[in-house]
């Protein structure tokens, strides 16, 4: 079994190497705003607050789709310019089709021409027939229907979704499974796991689309300054640091990949993205799997309790205490992985101040198997929270838990930006608060019962302008309410 699989994640590397050498002679091209004839841009439909339909780990509730605005509409080309001999709209899909000996010499792509994102979510389904494709981002367009820019790769062929390549450029970054950071040589380097690979896909983590008309894919891009994530059907596939500043890409357009020299039969519907307002300074890896530099433990009783296993930090889970931070950070979002090797209790603490103590004075974003996305008020801390799911210094979380089974990764992110903090778990925001005090503190890693590791943590830094009043904290979002529509970027 073992032989097979790493035939099939071979194969799927030889083909992401492949269609980034295919437009290797456009590696020179100058990056600048996408340029060239299109048709006038249509306004962007809001999506209204429906529940996704293609995450099979989990039904995320209607508030997910808050903030989200179409930008394929379902019933034309309008805002879409490809080639007209290949792409068609019917029945609510946009298809692209290319027959055997009638693939481009070169690859070509469908832009979305309503506009550029920067910091983003995007969302959307698709089906493979036959062949490769990929999505492209902050891509600039130049030439003929070309592009330089990332790709979130898709494939009919199992492995050869949610792939990271940078398309006219430093060609694959980050392989399936992979945690990389692309260096200032714009060479990427392990840095650790995303997921395991053989797990991914003993799991189906993508599905075949064969002959079943309901086998659609969903494929979530996160672009937040330089740091970069990847997801099939709720699956996380990548991610990447790109520390390259003269090859990253910051903004850009949206577009579909035809591949050179391959037949493809591909279908996308329900695409649509959320503009992330905040901007971020450079990613920060604050654990990158080798040893805990920049960390200390709470007192000389805890210098046991925290170790690097197989690139992993361990929490043994006792004695009472954390492992917090050298350094203070006030506001950012703080992306990690955790698992609960067996139940108890964990937990995360932003903003600690004062004197090393059990438990010091902080907002402790819960860690507990089965309560990951609850928040406790420790010591008094200055917030507020939504009286009607909070007992004492408890505030439950907005909806039931997420959280993988026993054993598996979650994807915990936490974002506390001026007053406002949210807590949001496989990607649904889980909690709210807001008006916390605004104060440079540590972040600390519970030891408080429950044997866990974490991995793949990182801080982007919230670059703060002089700010609107922060939203108040909020519960379950009111049936068929929808976002006002999304301004330019």
Avoid at 154 to 165: F, I
Avoid at 335 to 346: A, D, E, P, T, V
Wanted: neutral net charge.
């Amino acid at each position: 079994m073992r032989t097979v699989l790493t035939c099939v994640l071979a194969a799927a590397a030889m083909l992401t190497l492949a269609a980034a050498m295919s437009d290797a002679a456009a590696k020179k091209a100058p990056a600048k705003a996408p340029a060239g004839p299109f048709p006038p841009p249509v306004p962007a439909q809001v999506v209204p607050a429906v529940p996704p339909t293609a995450a099979p780990r989990t039904a995320a509730p209607p508030s997910q789709e808050e903030g989200f605005f179409r930008i394929f509409n379902g019933t034309d080309m309008a805002n879409w310019d490809g080639d007209p001999e290949i792409w068609t709209v019917r029945d609510g899909v946009l298809r692209a089709e290319v027959g055997a000996g009638k693939a481009p010499d070169y690859n070509t792509y469908c832009f979305w021409r309503g506009g550029t994102l920067r910091n983003f979510i995007l969302k959307l389904r698709y089906r493979i027939r036959a062949g490769a494709t990929a999505v492209a981002y902050r891509g600039d367009h130049y030439g003929s229907r070309r592009i330089k820019g990332y790709l979130a790769e898709l494939s009919a062929d199992p492995g050869g979704s949610g792939l990271l390549t940078h398309e006219a450029g430093r060609g694959p970054l980050a392989g399936l499974g992979d945690f990389a950071v692309v260096g200032p040589d714009g060479k990427p380097q392990p840095a650790g796991r995303a997921a395991d690979p053989e797990a991914l896909l003993r799991a189906e983590y993508h599905k075949p689309a064969g002959d079943d008309p309901d086998a659609w894919n969903e494929c979530t891009v996160i672009a937040r300054g330089n740091h970069l994530v990847h997801i099939i059907n709720g699956y996380q596939t990548v991610e990447l640091i790109d520390a390259d500043p003269s090859g990253r890409a910051l903004w850009g357009t949206v577009a579909l990949q035809v591949r050179a020299g391959v037949a493809l039969t591909a279908e996308f519907k329900d695409i649509r993205a959320k503009r992330i307002r905040a901007e971020f300074g450079d990613a920060v890896l604050l654990f990158a799997g080798r040893d805990l530099a920049g960390w200390v433990p709470s007192s000389d009783q805890l210098k046991d309790a925290f170790s690097v296993k197989d690139a992993c930090l361990h929490v043994a889970g006792r004695p009472a205490g954390y492992l917090r931070t050298q350094q203070d950070f006030t506001n950012f979002v703080l992306s990690l992985q955790l698992r609960h090797l067996k139940g108890g209790n964990g937990g995360v603490l932003l903003r600690m101040t004062g004197p090393d103590k059990v438990w010091p004075r902080s907002i402790e974003c819960q860690g507990q198997a089965g309560a990951l996305g609850d928040i406790w008020n420790i010591d008094q801390f200055p917030m507020k929270v939504d009286p009607a799911r909070t007992t004492g210094r408890h505030t439950r979380k907005l909806y039931p838990s997420n959280e993988k089974p026993l054993g598996e990764w979650n994807r915990y992110e936490l974002t506390l930006d001026g007053g406002s903090l949210e807590l949001a778990v496989n990607g649904l925001v889980q909690n709210t608060a807001a008006d916390c005090q605004e104060v440079p503190g540590k972040i600390c890693l519970q030891s408080e019962g429950a044997e866990m590791q974490y991995r793949n943590i990182v801080l982007l830094p919230i670059l703060r302008s002089p700010a609107a009043p922060a939203p108040p904290a909020r519960g379950p979002a009111a049936p068929g309410q929808s976002p006002a529509p999304p301004a330019a970027p």
